[in-house]
């Protein structure tokens, strides 16, 4: 795995660069030499963040945690990418089959899933009426039921917009378009 490490807001120590070598090192036994893989490192008001991307042949794993301790951080980081290739495991199989240099599929044991759902499978269904109102109801809408994004039917627009809470500062907007 070639592994490129950067940090925003933080100095990258010997020490956080050796942990994050090692701990990466891990998942390497999932993945061929020619995989990239990137670590950022950053500091907010919120915690210590690292976020890894693996770079896959057509597909991105990603994994993004944020604790108070930059090394624990890491460390769910790692857990989480070790998760999320156990349990897709079957579909990478399915894309890389004939190309099946890039991952080891030996070194993935199955993963257990928490719950008896079937993945992929629908478990609640909810219809509602939109409303025609300005964005800033919706965005007090969405705020007044704690929820992190609102569907609403734009009123000077006449389409459907969904508003959304950035992890950063703000909203987001996404405008849903209908084809004919």
Request: charged share 35%.
């Amino acid at each position: 795995m070639k592994l490129e490490l950067v940090g925003k807001n933080i100095d990258l120590t010997e020490a956080l660069k050796d942990r994050a070598n090692e701990k990466l090192s891990k998942i390497d036994k999932y993945f061929n030499e020619e995989v990239r893989a990137r670590a950022v490192f950053s500091t907010q008001k919120n915690g210590q963040t690292v976020e890894v991307t693996i770079f896959l042949p057509g597909t991105i794993l990603r994994a993004e945690e944020t604790t108070q301790d930059m090394y624990e951080s890491i460390d769910k980081a790692v857990d989480a990418l070790s998760r999320q290739t156990r349990k897709y495991k079957t579909r990478l199989k399915r894309r890389y089959q004939d190309n099946s240099e890039t991952i080891r599929f030996e070194n993935i044991e199955s993963f257990e899933e928490e719950s008896s759902q079937e993945e992929g499978k629908i478990i609640r269904r909810k219809e509602f009426n939109l409303s025609p109102m300005m964005e800033e109801e919706a965005i007090l809408q969405m705020e007044l039921l704690n929820h992190n994004f609102y569907v609403f039917l734009n009123a000077e627009t006449d389409r459907v917009e969904i508003v959304y809470k950035r992890k950063a500062k703000g909203y987001g907007s996404i405008v849903v378009n209908v084809e004919d």
